[in-house]
């Protein structure tokens, strides 16, 4: 674990790269010192134009180094500075050093590549030179007395217009507008202004500082408006009209009549003092006296200090700082109209104060130190002015350097614009980026948007635990209001230095090789220890058919050695082609300059994707590791901090294509080290708003699915990657890679199994690897990637089905119903699926696979398997063999119809016989003599059943005769070889004969009390429904079959088939008894005779009905109980009497019967004698009626016809 004081170091490394500011470095170690001797020598002042950088030294010095470009060809190659030349701009020796005598060496350096020149402030002296070698020009022109050169206008860019450019130059009592040419310099006007130390414009309006306050000024027309004091506490600041615009044109006086500070004049450069050029000689002198004439008229023909002063001109006479007037003198005369500025501070007092704010640099003018006046109670800050935007600037005020700083916007007119901003302490340096590209502010790309956000920065000292670090405060300042507090960022370097910080006349594009590193894609392998990537995973160790997924291996391999073959060094290539791409990208220019001691950095827009990914690796430091790894990944604040980083991005809509892909990949890799937190975190489980949120960032990423699979030792195998790889991004790549060989070192070269997974990752692996099934149809997604989604669900909802009852169907919602959608819908990965559910014994859900794929005889040969006996661990087929029944009705391979129609058959001869005898399936129709060939072939117990079919329920009589004898054949086999069937068979005669009237038909009977499930008794009833039909069958043949089979005893045992065949044989005498006698069914014998005998209708011969009741009146008369004989008899008569001759019965009824037996027939037998009596004396006289009509009608037709006389011939 790493110490306490490394984390540290590492965190605050890692800081400085969180914020929107990163320092690029421009030239490290300056040569400050030309021997290399001086250590104390600092960096005052920094500028930068296309290639060409200028540094001003506290050793007078300006060095300018010129920068030779990366080689094109060498994307590892960086640009390098060479020294040009090392120049001493001259200045003049001043009366009003510090104490100590120091001077402030080179205090601003002013590029105007417009017309080709730079003006140089040194030691309070102004010199001009050429662009970009810095040769002397106006000759040895200089401007003594001068605390600022600036005052460009910001609204012109660097090359607008060719007029020359106009700059401000604050000497010590009034400000000059000059105008610096190509070939000259003159001075436009002077504004009454003393003491101004700093100046920034816009356009004609200057916001202008003195000492102690900010004020606007319209440079054209002279007009000042107060603003508000640097320091709160400046208590000797005049109560003026703040607000107010005041003139401020130079008079015929001099100036106005108030009070001004100014500073003590220093006198003039002489020849013998002039500092020369390093590498050239001077030029000649090129302002005249006319010049200084025309200045002359111009101000009202007062003698005023030259602008430009030559060396060799005579110095003026009259002193800047006045003697004490007389008391009592109140002359507004030069001599008084100027009061002198306050001396400048003690050299201990103000150096201290300044090393509080910024360090031992020495200031860039005389009262730019904020210093506090021994003795006054005032407080001097350093006033700091830039404008963010074309309509507004920013000023700071506060009230000691100890204390914060307050930013507060004004526009032109001087009203507040915005929110102030605070500085946490009174900064030594401001600067602002994100405002128009101007000379303002930075740029962090060549154009920048109208929604850019806008920062603005400041060089402070801030207190920590371990001391005073100097730094960059960076803060937004285009906050809304309403919006909270902005965010404040803290960047610092090391070595404690104080940092200045400027913009920059012109940038450099730099590129960032860290985003090319991260965002660049390479390949991926999630196995190791083999140079070549796999084509597909290793089977399971547990699998039985390994052999198989090796063997379909090598298949694939010599499939795609069919495919396009990819060229050697294919992959440098893509790699090369990703890094140019990205490269192009990942490019940004900046204008913000910023030193500290030797060192000169660029402060470039820190990308999305650096603060991100900082912010990522913070949250790994706050589990006390620095690489993604096991042990760190359980942390609850690491958990904490990535998912508010992943917050912090959701919803954000990417404005260019670098940060479209950064937002992708900080979702990618935020997510991967959730995945990892996740894993490895038991005893501090993911909430289920954690889990959602990993979840949707996980897909929202687009992060290739094999990358979280490699992350799960138990599922690395099911990876299936292709010929190309798998290509993610570079840091997504290295943070797995880190993660693998930190879970390989822990647990060894054992690959665990998917059943050691917690429940709580296979139930995110269920809904990850289902919602990454739904972007199957995606052209940009490679096909293996679903082979390898398919085969891991599958894994893991087979682990998780384990404890689903067995024999449960999939509800909606279940694990089980997932299973049986993902097989349903078909899978990419189908060997590998065959082999899983081969080793997890789930046979069912294999059938249901086959089904997908249309493999119907796989389909039965699965469900074959389960019928048969093998172990189907969700034992989900339930009826199996009716299941196969209702699948051959929906095939049309009728050789597939055929095999499983027998083997069904085979089993279960009832419901294999359906196969044949559906009419609805789609294959092909057996001809039934086909159909029974191959029955009586292969499986003869179900021939019966089809037979039943075709004479049953098709009407095909043609097999009655030998599906009777099946039944027969079944029937006497039972009786043949058990005693017990006899018995059965007798008893049910006894105990029919034993119910009393009215009872069923003996066939009824049969029926009812016939066991359902007892083939014999079924069979003998559909062989007495057969025999009782009117069917065309040989009876004789039957009969004999009983014979030889039952003996004589066969009519015993088979009553109702004897009584049948004795009807097909017309011995209806032995019928009727058997019926009577043996049966006792007496409503079966009247049937019998009102029949004839037949199992047709009734016949249409009356006189053998008639015989055959009077047979049946015998037989009656024969029945053994006297009770039953009567009652029949009297029965028979009464219901059937038409049928019987009166004087018969008469003669075969017993006398000692009584006349109530046949009462009812004698009565009926004489109203039949009366009625037919009747008849026929009804039908005489109507025969006798019709007689007489007819007579009639012939003789009234011969009357029409008259007679016919026949004349012969």
């Known amino acids: 674990m790493a110490s306490d004081t ?138 003594r007395n001068c605390n600022w050169i600036g005052g460009v206008d910001l609204n012109e860019g660097v090359g607008d217009g060719s007029g020359g450019v106009t700059i401000l130059l604050s000497l010590n009592r009034r400000i000059q507008v000059v105008r610096i040419g190509t070939e000259d310099a003159r001075v436009v006007r002077k504004i009454d202004f003393a003491g101004s130390t700093l100046s920034v414009r816009r356009d004609s309006i200057a916001c202008v500082a003195d000492s102690r306050s900010y004020s606007l000024l319209d440079v054209d027309r002279q007009m000042r408006i107060p603003l508000m004091s640097i320091s709160s506490l400046d208590e000797s600041q005049p109560g003026g009209p703040f607000g107010q615009a005041q003139n401020v044109a130079a008079g015929p006086d001099g100036g106005l009549g108030r009070s001004a500070s100014s500073t003590t004049a220093r006198p003039l450069l002489t020849p013998g003092d002039a500092h020369g050029h390093a590498r050239s000689t001077s030029l000649s002198g090129f302002i005249t006296g006319g010049m200084r004439k025309q200045q002359e008229r111009r101000n009202g023909g007062e003698t005023e200090e030259p602008v430009f002063q030559d060396p060799e001109s005579p110095a003026p006479t009259r002193s800047m700082r006045s003697p004490a007037p007389p008391a009592g003198n109140h002359s507004r005369g030069p001599s008084t109209a100027d009061k002198p500025l306050p001396a400048p501070p003690s050299g201990d007092a103000g150096w201290a104060l300044a090393a509080q704010v910024g360090g031992a640099s020495t200031p860039a003018a005389r009262t730019a130190l904020p210093t506090t006046r021994p003795g006054s109670g005032s407080v001097f800050l350093k006033p700091h002015i830039v404008s963010p935007s074309a309509e507004e600037f920013l000023i700071v005020t506060g009230t000691s350097p100890l204390d914060p700083g307050i930013g507060m916007f004004v526009n032109l007119d001087g009203d507040p614009t915005r929110p102030t901003v605070e500085f946490d302490r009174y900064p030594r340096e401001i600067a602002v980026d994100g405002g128009s590209p101007d000379l303002s502010s930075s740029t962090s790309r060549p154009s920048l948007n109208p929604e850019e956000e806008g920062y603005v920065l400041a060089s402070l000292a801030k207190e920590f635990d371990d001391g005073l670090h100097h730094g960059l405060e960076i803060q937004r300042y285009d906050v809304n209001v309403g919006e909270g507090e902005p965010e404040k960022f803290w960047l610092e370097v090391r070595g404690g230095a104080p940092l200045g910080i400027r913009s920059m006349l012109t940038g450099e594009e730099t590129e960032y090789e860290e985003i090319v590193d991260r965002l660049c894609q390479r390949r991926f392998s999630p196995f190791t220890g083999s140079p070549q990537t796999p084509t597909m995973g290793i089977s399971r160790a547990d699998s039985r058919t390994a052999m198989s997924i090796e063997r379909l291996a090598k298949e694939k391999e010599l499939f795609e050695s069919d495919e396009e073959v990819l060229p050697v060094g294919w992959e440098d290539k893509r790699n090369k082609e990703g890094e140019d791409f990205v490269r192009r990208l990942a490019k940004a220019s900046s204008r913000l300059a910023v030193w500290a001691g030797a060192d000169i950095w660029w402060a470039v827009r820190n990308p999305l994707l650096l603060q991100l990914e900082s912010s990522l690796e913070s949250a790994m430091l706050a589990g006390d590791k620095q690489l993604i790894d096991i042990d760190g990944g359980g942390n609850v604040e690491v958990r904490q901090q990535l998912l508010a980083i992943l917050d912090r991005i959701r919803g954000r809509d990417a404005k260019t294509e670098l940060e479209f892909m950064t937002l992708g990949y900080i979702r990618q890799r935020a997510s991967i080290m959730l995945l990892a937190s996740f894993l490895n975190s038991p005893e501090s489980p993911f909430s289920e708003t954690e889990m959602k949120t990993m979840e949707e960032n996980l897909l929202d990423g687009d992060l290739d699915a094999r990358v979280v699979l490699s992350l799960i030792p138990a599922l690395r195998n099911e990876i299936v990657v292709g010929r190309k790889g798998i290509w993610i991004y570079g840091g997504v790549k290295t943070a797995v890679e880190s993660f693998i060989a930190a879970e390989k070192q822990r647990s060894g070269p054992r690959i665990p199994s998917v059943s050691s997974l917690a429940p709580s990752v296979l139930q995110f692996l269920r809904r990850f690897l289902a919602a990454w099934r739904k972007k199957k149809g995606f052209g940009s997604i490679a096909d293996e990637i679903f082979r390898t989604v398919d085969a891991s669900l599958l894994l893991v909802l087979l682990e998780l089905d384990q404890n ?315 029945i053994e109980d006297d009770d039953d004989r009567e009652e029949q008899t009297g029965a028979l008569l009464e219901r059937f009497g038409g049928w019987f001759d009166v004087l018969e019965v008469l003669a075969l009824i017993p006398d000692e019967w009584s006349v109530d037996v046949a009462a009812a027939f004698l009565v009926q037998a004489l109203r039949r004698l009366v009625r037919e009596r009747h008849e026929s004396m009804l039908a005489r006289s109507l025969s006798g009626a019709e007689n007489l009509r007819v007579n009639y009608d012939l003789l009234e037709k011969m009357d029409e016809k008259g007679p016919i006389i026949d004349a012969g011939n």
């Open 804 to 1118: 689903t009852p067995k024999g449960q169907l999939g509800r909606t919602g279940t694990i089980r119903k997932d299973l049986y959608d993902l097989v349903d819908n078909g899978v990419d990965c189908f060997d590998r699926a065959v082999d899983l559910l081969e080793t997890y014994h789930r046979l069912f859900v294999l059938s249901r696979l086959y089904q997908h794929s249309k493999m119907a005889s796989d389909v039965l040969g699965t469900w074959k398997r389960i019928i048969e006996g093998e172990e189907d661990a969700g034992g989900e087929l339930g009826d199996g063999e009716q299941r196969v029944r209702g699948y051959l009705l929906n095939i049309s391979n009728q050789s597939l119809v055929k095999e499983y129609g027998v083997w069904l058959a085979a089993r279960n001869p009832r419901l294999g016989v359906q196969v044949f005898a559906d009419d609805k399936g789609k294959a092909p129709k057996f001809a039934p003599a086909e159909a029974v060939a191959i029955l009586r072939e292969e499986a003869p117990d179900a021939v019966k059943y089809y037979l039943e079919h075709l004479v049953f329920g098709r009407g095909n009589t043609a097999y009655v005769n030998e599906l009777i004898t099946y039944y027969l054949d079944i029937v006497i086999d039972d009786l043949q070889e058990s005693e017990q069937a006899r018995e059965m068979v007798t008893a049910s005669y006894e105990a029919y004969r034993a119910l009393q009237p009215p009872k069923p038909t003996y066939r009824q009977f049969l029926t009812d009390n016939a066991p359902e499930d007892d083939e014999v008794w079924q069979s003998r009833l559909r062989l007495l429904q057969l025999l009782g039909g009117a069917h065309d069958y040989d009876a004789t043949a039957i009969r004999k079959r009983i014979d030889s089979s039952l003996g004589k005893g066969g009519k015993e045992l088979l009553v109702p088939e004897a009584i049948i065949l004795d009807g097909r044989a017309r011995r209806h005498e032995d019928a009727l008894r058997l019926l009577v006698h043996r049966l006792g069914d007496y409503d079966t014998a009247v049937t019998y005779c009102l029949r004839g005998g037949s199992s047709d209708s009734v016949p249409t011969e009356l006189e053998e009905v008639q015989r055959l009741f009077r047979v049946l009146l015998a037989e009656f008369l024969r």
């Open 6 to 143: 490394t984390r540290k170091q590492h965190k605050a490394a890692v800081s400085s790269e969180a914020g929107p500011f990163v320092l690029r470095t421009l030239l490290h170690d300056v040569p400050l010192s030309a021997d290399g001797g001086d250590e104390d020598i600092k960096i005052n002042c920094v500028d930068y134009l296309d290639g060409n950088l200028y540094v001003g030294t506290t050793a007078s010095e300006l060095l300018h180094f010129f920068r030779i470009p990366p080689d094109p060809g060498d994307p590892s190659s960086t640009a390098a500075f060479i020294l040009a030349s090392r120049l001493r701009p001259a200045y003049s020796e001043s009366s009003t050093a510090p104490p100590d005598g120091a001077l402030p060496g080179v205090q601003q350096i002013l590029l105007l590549p417009r017309v080709g020149k730079a003006c140089v402030l040194c030691n309070w002296t102004v010199t001009f030179y050429s662009l970009p070698e810095l040769s002397p020009v106006f000759g040895t022109t200089q401007v």
